[in-house]
């Protein structure tokens, strides 16, 4: 199966994930390099994800959320997924 990019995203599933995570991140008044190395993946890769460029996986979401101390669950729920 080919890899799903932003691009390929015609619902715009992968935009709303990202700005959940943005919305989060900027409530708890952290930069994307702070959360980056909080959750242990790079700025870049989460700048990309918070553009809804990237097809994130379950481990960067689990990660992410544990970052910002909350759940994956609530990540998905705050972009209605």
Sequence with gaps: MPRVAGHQDENGLLKRLGDA???ARKAR??????????????????GKIERGE????????LKIAAALEGSAADLLRAAEL
């Design 54 to 61: 990237r097809n994130v996986t379950l481990l960067n979401v």
């Design 21 to 23: 995570v943005r919305v």
């Design 29 to 46: 008044g952290l930069s994307q390099e702070s959360l980056a190395d909080a959750a242990g993946i790079d700025r870049s890769h989460l």
